[in-house]
Structures are given as C-alpha cells and as structure tokens.
C-alpha cells in the first residue's frame, strides 16, 4: 500500500484544472462507483480534479465537470489544462 506521504506531489491538488481527451476509455468495468458518474463522462471536458480512488480497476479521479456535474476519469484521460479551464 501506497502511503500518503508518498503520493503528495504525484498527485494535482484539489481545484487543479484539467480537459479530458477526445477520446475516453471504452471499458470501465470494475470501477467501482456509482453508473451516474461514469455517465456523467465527456470528452474535451473542461473539468476540476476534486480527489482520487486507488485500485477500483485503476486508479480514477473524482471531478467536476464545466456544468457542476461530478464525473469519473482515468488519469490517462486527463491533460493539465490550466489555461484551456
């Protein structure tokens, strides 16, 4: 198991802005959250990183999507996006 102390600076801080990709992960099996978040996914998505889940079939970030709605990503579906947001 990864420490706190271990992740602080492998992870965006809270409010840190992000734009999803064009294209997002077809399978979300086993991410082990509410269907409402992963319905709530869009791609080219303005979206602020709120906190992360580790294991859950990889590792997924809770977000805030443009329209206040919160949704789920892959960290491989985000790119830093400050002056995109």
Do not use: Q
Not at 17 to 29: A, D, G, P, S, W
Not at 54 to 75: E, M
């Amino acid at each position: 198991m990864v420490s706190e102390s271990e992740l602080k600076g492998a992870l965006p801080k809270v409010g840190e802005k992000f734009i999803t990709h064009n294209v997002l992960e077809k399978e979300t099996i086993g991410w082990f959250v509410e269907n409402k978040y992963i319905k709530n996914r869009r791609t080219n998505e303005p979206c602020t990183y709120l906190a992360f889940v580790p294991g859950c079939g990889g590792d997924i970030w809770w977000c805030i999507n443009s329209d206040k709605s919160t949704a789920v990503y892959s960290f491989t579906e985000l790119e830093f996006a400050e002056d995109k947001v």
